[in-house]
């Protein structure tokens, strides 16, 4: 047989999935402690009725605070961010110069420019807007790459076999 206390204490900790239910389940914990303690102080209550209410209100400030300041915080999620478009742009160019240079020239520069067209026209419908701005810094960064390298050429010439 099950335990019920057992039961109802881990499906209390596969609620909390995310920061909030963490924050949620802090403040819970706090306001029942308190809660306990008033019950069995009361004579003098007023001081941690006023603890219960700062702690709501800083649970308040705080859950307000990273709603305004880092939304994805709440939910638990990470952005990507332009350090990552940075290396991938990197990778994708890496894995993409072999082939590309068997087009030449003016093809090869036009397979660049095509492929960051591509990923800078996201257009966002039904994306999230993290994915749009990641493809948007990989899409520039490969735009100063092949700038780059059309420079290279250009100052270099090409190379006859």
């Not at 306990?36 to 649970?59: E, Q, T, Y």
């Not at 308040?60 to 709440?74: G, S």
């Not at 020239?105 to 996201?122: F, K, P």
């Not at 990641?134 to 090409?158: I, P, Y």
Request: aromatic share 6%.
């Amino acid at each position: 047989m099950s335990d019920p206390i057992k039961d109802s204490r881990i499906g209390l900790i596969r609620a909390v999935s995310s920061p909030l239910g963490f924050l949620v389940l802090a403040f819970l914990a706090v306001e029942g402690l308190l809660t306990i303690l008033v019950v069995r102080k009361a004579s003098n209550p007023d001081p941690l009725l006023w603890a219960m209410l700062g702690a709501l209100l800083s649970l308040v400030v705080v859950v307000v605070a990273l709603a305004i300041l880092r939304p994805e915080a709440l939910s638990g999620s990470r952005p990507l961010s332009a350090h990552y478009a940075v290396l991938f742009s990197d990778d994708l160019t890496m894995a993409l110069e072999g082939p590309f240079a068997n087009l030449g020239g003016v093809d090869q520069d036009e397979a660049w420019v095509t492929l960051a067209s591509v990923l800078q026209e996201t257009d966002g419908t039904g994306m999230d807007r993290e994915y749009v701005k990641f493809c948007k810094a990989v899409s520039e960064r490969l735009k100063k790459r092949a700038d780059l390298k059309g420079r290279w050429r250009k100052a270099q010439g090409t190379i006859k076999v």
